[in-house]
């Protein structure tokens, strides 16, 4: 896989085990570089846990590495975590308001399909954990 097809992030090993290893990223908002970030309160940056396949090459908790994703995958999770929740709650409010509902039971209605939406994944989550693939890498220079 090329470097242009894949998402990477910089992280830090938190703990390993025989076949997979927790890596910690912190995940920036577009605007955390910005200088007048403290000043604005909009800024936003969260530490993540990612489980990754542990590779051959020897890693301990705290060695740097990086994360990676195919772009596929990165796609996969934006379509389930956001296109398709946009869709069912768009589509959900569209029809039934063309079907002479309130506004309000419309509402109301899409956000109980969305939480069933959310339940549903919940429980697939291992399922869809199989086809999200990372890898890491070790930094070179660390």
Do not use: W
Not at 28 to 56: F, L, N, Y
Not at 122 to 140: D, G, L, P, Q
């Amino acid at each position: 896989m090329g470097k242009s097809s894949r998402v990477q992030h910089e992280g830090i090993v938190k703990s390993i085990s025989t076949q997979t290893l927790e890596v910690s990223i912190i995940s920036h908002s577009a605007c955390s570089g910005c200088h007048a970030k403290s000043a604005c309160g909009i800024a936003d940056m969260k530490e993540k846990v990612i489980t990754a396949q542990r590779p051959r090459e020897e890693l301990r908790p705290g060695d740097k590495v990086i994360v990676y994703a195919s772009v596929n995958n990165a796609f996969y999770s934006v379509l389930l975590a956001y296109i398709m929740p946009s869709i069912l709650i768009i589509a959900t409010i569209f029809f039934l308001e063309k079907s002479g509902s309130s506004e309000l039971y419309a509402a109301i209605s899409s956000l109980i399909l969305l939480a069933g939406y959310f339940i549903i994944l919940y429980f697939c989550r291992n399922k869809i954990a199989r086809k999200i693939n990372f890898t890491v890498e070790k930094i070179a220079n660390y």
